[in-house]
Each structure stands twice: as structure tokens, then as C-alpha cells.
């Protein structure tokens, strides 16, 4: 379910039954990195918006937790674990973080939630069909990390 009006009404009638979040998490940046920053977040958002589509029903898609580069690795860290107890205090069973992000996998062990990293794919000059089938075949092979956390934690 989307983090949209529709989506949470039903969200809150079906609340029991849906024990997964997802936080997307985005770089920004206006350094010489901006185009990368720029593509990990696109990469990201497109995906995300698959899984939602895959996972309807059995978890919430947040809207992402945007993040500058130039904040330290501790502050991005800290804002992170405050989004993380909130989501446990929520009774969310499964929480998930997905990024490009490569500086996440150095803090992922300090975490409750379980980090998912994608290498960013440059979609930029693909046309839209190629587009959708490379995403596809991403959430796929994602499908098995869900089921696996699902079934070792139910």
C-alpha cells in the first residue's frame, strides 16, 4: 500500500494483517556527485513503486526519507534509527530500508530493520517498456528476501 489517502484508509481497516514497512532512502546532493545522487533516487523510487505493486496488501510503502551526502554518516544514522523506533513502536513486524546508497552498508549492522542495497541501474536512456522489464526482473529476485524474512520471523 502507497503512503496515498486511499491506500491508508484501507491500510487502517486491514491493519492487523499488514506487518511489513518499507523506507526507501535517498541521496541528495549538489556536489560533482549529483548526477549519481540523482539516479540512485530514480532507480529507487521506480522500484519501490514495483514492489508496492508486487507486495499490495501485505505492506506499507513510505515516501522515502531523503537525505543531504554532506551530513555525516552519524547524523544520517541517528535520523534513521528515531524513523526505525517509531515504526517498531507501531508494531511493525518487518522493517525494511532499500537504497543505492552504498554508505548505508557500512552502519547496517546498527540497525534493526533489515537493509536491502540495489546498485543503481542507469535508466535515464532506456525506453519505457526495457525500462519495466529491468525493474521486473529486480523485484523478483527481491521476492525471495521478503519471503525468507517473512517465513523465518511468522
Do not use: C
Not at 32 to 47: C, R, S, Y
Not at 89 to 118: A, C, N, P, R
Request: no cysteine; proline share 3%; charged share 30%.
Amino acid at each position: 500500500m502507497k503512503w496515498h489517502t486511499q491506500d491508508i484508509q484501507l491500510f487502517l481497516k486491514e491493519r492487523d494483517y499488514i506487518d511489513t514497512v518499507i523506507l526507501p532512502l535517498y541521496p541528495v546532493s549538489f556536489a560533482d556527485d549529483i548526477k549519481q545522487t540523482v539516479a540512485m533516487t530514480e532507480f529507487i523510487n521506480l522500484l519501490s513503486g514495483q514492489l508496492e505493486k508486487q507486495f499490495k496488501g501485505r505492506i506499507l510503502m513510505l515516501p522515502g526519507m531523503s537525505y543531504l551526502k554532506t551530513i555525516s554518516e552519524e547524523k544520517r544514522l541517528a535520523d534513521l534509527i528515531e524513523w526505525e523506533k517509531e515504526l517498531i513502536s507501531q508494531d511493525f513486524k518487518h522493517i525494511f530500508y532499500i537504497t543505492s546508497d552504498s554508505d548505508w552498508k557500512t552502519v547496517e549492522e546498527q540497525l534493526d530493520g533489515g537493509l536491502i542495497w540495489m546498485p543503481s541501474i542507469p535508466l535515464d536512456n532506456m525506453d519505457d517498456q526495457y525500462k519495466l522489464s529491468i525493474l521486473e526482473d529486480q523485484v523478483k529476485q527481491l521476492l525471495n528476501v521478503f519471503v525468507k524474512k517473512w517465513q523465518n520471523n511468522d
